[in-house]
């Protein structure tokens, strides 16, 4: 079969202006850039909105294996099932990261005839919106750092100087770090702010970092936001120091958010693509799933549910991460849920599971594994259950993709299906990589009839309640874990953050997408375990507070041979080299 | 009168493919970016290099002053003349940063009724360009940064773990620093690579700094490169890096250029817009004119000067500065020459050369600046009169534009326009920003009647001469001055450039724009001074050895009042604040 990049490029896609003719978007509703990407006006927003409403189908998949188990493959090809079927359908996609794409190689379009095309474009710059956070977040940092060094030059005569009220603040006491989508490492730690001898004219000293832009909590706002208001507003909240009093200092006090705004103004409209059959696909936003929700944008899912029928959108990791963090966290402030949940499973990525194979990205694959083994299917089948029995907690009903690879055994992908029949969901075999939408018709009737269960959602939680008894829900309820052990710098967290006002936030927990619960070393269902609490950081302007239960790398590295060494442009200006 | 964005906002601009086909702009070439900015194809760069050639109008100007003389307005007003009498006119400018958007107020557009429209699409990202810039930089940065990582983490076993061979580098031989366009004062001198104790998973630490995007060397490379072809041969040649022995350590050494090309891509697509009179305007690259050499790009003037029939641009600061190096190094690589130059000069401007009057931006211009003054006029005249000869020393025809504002005194402006024509140049009053292209028609006649001379186009020394030889000519017959000062960094800096085989490179001046000399106190014209070199720093991709003569600031910083307190988004999405 051919390469990603090369089905992507041979692809014969229609004018984004057609796609969006037949998706029922107006003229006016369109703003074209170049021939295949167009970003979606603020004004279908309103007319979506008081649209009929469509069904939204949320995609999510078993504990991740490094290889990933096909979840954007599912995802768009499900979508182009939907249509093959005769549905009007659309789907919602994160933004993929740029800097990664140069580190480790794999693009994020989904894959084989199941991409979003031109797939190049999507996983580059596509519209900007990434570079937009980038700017947005490092303004603010710059603005804080600025502040800083004003009111600390100038002492006493600050008011005087400016007509400005100084807010007290501490070289350590700033929170906002800096953001580059890139893979850097040598930026996780640095001290900034360093002058000459003598001289002080650079600022004030102080450690600092960069994340990479997806981590930013600019980007997880653009995900929440339900319009460009509510942006404006959650921009204000965005907490960047705290003053000696240890009163939060936000972007509203030092007057920037405004600035924010203009800057992410464009970035907060959805990018829409199309997939290799022609399925409208909006692209938008890319929050990471641990310290941040995992999800595409509200906005655009407002957009594609007054317009399609059915609406695929997908959610990072497993259904404890991405998942729960729609359901918890994204369905709050979109004031809606899913209507289904589709778990994507594999054969390998279960037995994987099993914890009896050792796999790791770049590396082959053990011959083993295409080995018929029934000891490791039904060691794996035990986290696919989980993931079935946790979506089904949400009261949706669940559909199991199972994503085939061409050399599966028919026998253990028969018994499997036995296996989830005998659990209660509907399952359908997935051949959306290697046949596209005609391999997902099975998957894309499943979800017809899953849709047309009656859904009951509900979160898991009231936000109302005390923060240490929303941790607990999270480790005993929905972990299956037996409770929660503060740090004590999380007991002190959690006194602060609830004096401040902030406790009513929902939680989100930063923990490994590896193992259900926050070990990557318990495989399969652990049970018994104690959930760590680190500390607690606050994302006012998000509206969440995430959860430290381990370390989170926030910054990746370039390793020994990186991706880039691959891509370049040939003669004819064509990118080459991406996903091969 | 409105503000800039007031009369942006308000104006009736015409869609972007209608002023592309007005352009002669195939619809194959372009490729819109909403309603009104659109890239331009690299097929037009074929087409367009075999088409008839227009003229190329090359706007400078007398000595700037804080506030400005008005060369964009100059720039894009005379175009709009030149459109009112019947040529067949394209404009082509850089870029602005957006950084300094939000710093000092300004933007960088043109102003009053001479503006390239929607303003604060060009102020803000634009198509992005810049954030390419950054992001090949940056890359550049995190896959060195990697490298010196792995050849040091790995010692002698990095050749057989990866299977390429070691550069050895060393922390302290990294050259290549990160860039972010905005005004980041804490970024200026850094730690990075820094580890927790124990750890060292976070890189080698090393002492580096951030500069504003727009002091990139690859912003140098975009405007200067002729082609796709050439730009990517310009990203390989960048050095990033010296070996142990002291060998340069490019891009291509490390494999790095080719991803570096993709990212670009698109950037290297000139953007069309339009002025508020609808002239086509290519607005493309916008690298320093002091570390760099500070005019837009190649390609777009390339593309304008096989649709037009006259072509104005501009180049930043005065005559000494930028104009000299369109002269001494874009028209080398280019290939040709201005045809004319024009010479922007206001009243104040002048009175503030005469070095009697202290004016800085964000203060209110001393009342006395507005009364005559004939001997503060008399004074600055002499600035003017070295602008308009050191334009002919390459050449080109001048004509001089005495931008007019509203309380200027008609007899001071006679006085001038008669010393002007004594000195042998052309001279027009302009009422551009007042006016729009009806004020600038006598200008554009002057300047039409300039461009029907014969020019004699030619730079100032040949490639081929000695290092210290052209920075002899520099300060002697480029700045009237009586020789150079060779630091002994200086000379260590030149002998090594030259065994490096890098001699041959045009050199670009690292000074102050305050000045026809090195030093920012001597006003007028100065003679009898002695240029420092301080030390030289080679752009092997962009082409050019940047000689430092004094402090560059290239990163600047965010003031105790930012011009982002008062940028914001209304309730329709509209920006407001920028410029008024």
Chains 1, 2 share one sequence.
């Not at 074209?32 to 469509?54: D, E, F, I, M, T």
């Not at 997902?440 to 109302?464: D, N, R, W």
Request: proline share 5%; with cysteine; hydrophobic share 45%.
């Amino acid at each position: 079969m051919k390469s990603d990049i090369a089905i992507s490029q041979s692809a014969c896609l229609s004018a984004i202006t057609d796609v969006a003719a037949a998706a029922g978007i107006q003229p006016q509703e369109l703003i074209p850039q170049g021939q295949y990407k167009a970003k979606l006006s603020y004004s279908l927003l309103n007319r979506a909105s008081n649209a009929p409403q469509g069904k939204l189908v949320l995609v999510t998949a078993i504990t991740p294996t490094p290889l990933g188990e096909g979840k954007t493959v599912t995802t768009i090809g499900l979508s182009q099932g939907l249509k093959a079927i005769g549905k009007k359908v659309m789907a919602c996609i994160r933004q993929p990261s740029m800097g990664p794409v140069f580190g480790v190689k794999g693009g994020a379009a989904g894959g084989g005839y199941s991409q979003v095309a031109p797939m190049e474009e999507l996983n580059l710059h596509l519209t900007g919106d990434i570079h937009a956070v980038t700017a947005a977040h490092n303004l603010a940092a710059a603005a804080i750092d600025a502040r800083l060094y004003h009111e600390l030059r100038h002492g006493e005569a600050f008011e005087a100087k400016t007509g400005m009220t100084p807010l007290g603040l501490q070289a350590d006491s700033v929170v906002w770090g800096r953001v580059v989508d890139m893979n850097d490492r040598a930026l996780r730690k640095i001290t900034i702010g360093q002058n000459e001898p003598g001289k002080t004219i650079n600022g004030i000293e102080r450690e600092s970092g960069f994340d990479i832009s997806a981590a930013s909590e600019l980007m997880a706002i653009l995900a929440l936001a339900s319009d460009l208001k509510d942006l404006r507003a959650r921009l204000g909240r965005v907490v960047l120091a705290y003053s000696k009093t240890g009163q939060p200092v936000t972007a509203e006090d030092i007057g920037v958010a405004g600035a924010m705004a203009a800057i992410l103004r464009d970035a907060a409209q959805p990018t829409l693509m199309q997939s290799l059959e022609g399925v409208p696909t909006l692209v938008h936003a890319g929050p990471f799933a641990n310290i941040a929700h995992g999800n595409s944008s509200i906005i655009a899912d407002r957009m594609a549910l007054g317009l399609a029928d059915v609406v695929v959108t997908e959610a990072g990791f497993g259904s404890d991460m991405g998942f729960e963090k729609a359901c918890n966290i994204k369905a709050r402030a979109a004031g809606r849920g899913p209507d289904a949940a589709v778990v994507v499973a594999t054969l390998r990525g279960l037995k994987a599971n099993s914890g009896r194979y050792d796999l790791r990205p770049g590396q082959p694959l053990p011959e083993s594994i295409f080995n018929e083994d029934a000891e490791a299917l039904a060691g794996g089948f035990a986290n696919l259950k989980w993931h079935i029995d946790n979506a089904a907690r949400y009261g949706v009903p669940v559909v199991v993709a199972l994503n085939r690879f061409p050399d599966d055994s028919d026998a253990e992908l028969q018994w499997l299906a036995d296996k989830v029949k005998e659990a209660g969901a509907q399952v359908a075999l997935s051949e959306a990589f290697a046949k596209g939408g005609e391999g997902a018709i099975e998957l894309a009737q499943a979800v017809m009839a899953a849709l047309s269960q009656p859904a009951q959602f509900a979160p898991l939680y009231q936000c109302e309640q005390p923060l240490e008894h929303k941790l607990l829900t999270m480790a005993e309820v929905a972990y299956g874990g037996s409770g929660i052990e503060l740090s004590e710098q999380a007991k002190a967290d959690i006194e602060r953050l609830t004096e401040l006002g902030y406790g009513d936030l929902p939680v989100c927990m930063a923990k490994t997408p590896l193992s259900i619960s926050h070990d990557p070393a318990l495989k399969g269902v652990p049970t018994d375990f104690v959930v760590p609490v680190r500390g607690l950081r606050l994302c006012a302007g998000a509206g969440f507070i995430y959860v430290l239960t381990g370390n989170v790398m926030t910054m990746p590295g370039l390793p020994e041979k990186p991706a880039y060494l691959s891509i370049d442009i040939d003669e004819d200006g064509n990118i080459v080299g991406i996903d091969e």
